[in-house]
């Protein structure tokens, strides 16, 4: 069993930053991508970020320039910096882990941008 930990949620006024950070029970370089979603009010979750195991990244549009996701397989962790943050960005985040075909979640992480 997978276990996946998130932290550093919090608010934050527009224009700033936060850093998400996701603990892994297994070792980090067991997983294929891993990635960070997000589910806004009143809306399906979507894909924020995500990395290969190979370190390839993906973002979705409305972030890119803004976020950078890592992964740190010596401390088994997958981390989202996030700057220059927006309203529009406010939503609960999730860490997400792909092995062996299954998805891995974890319990998700507020984040409230406002003045």
């Known amino acids: 069993q997978v276990q996946l930990v998130e932290s550093g949620g919090g608010l934050v006024q527009p224009g700033g930053s936060l850093r998400l950070s996701c603990a892994a029970s297994k070792r980090v370089f067991s997983f294929d991508n891993m990635g960070w979603y997000r589910r806004a009010p009143g809306k399906q979750r979507e894909l924020v970020a995500d990395?290969?195991?190979?370190?390839?990244?993906n973002f979705t549009d409305s972030v890119k320039g803004r976020f950078t996701i890592s992964r740190d397989n010596t401390r088994n962790t997958v981390a989202l910096q996030m700057n220059n943050l927006k309203p529009e960005d406010t939503a609960v985040y999730y860490c997400?882990?792909?092995?062996?075909?299954?998805?891995?979640w974890g319990q998700g992480t507020q984040v409230t941008v406002s003045s």
């Open positions: 990395i290969t195991r190979g370190y390839s990244t």
């Open positions: 997400n882990a792909k092995y062996l075909g299954n998805d891995y």
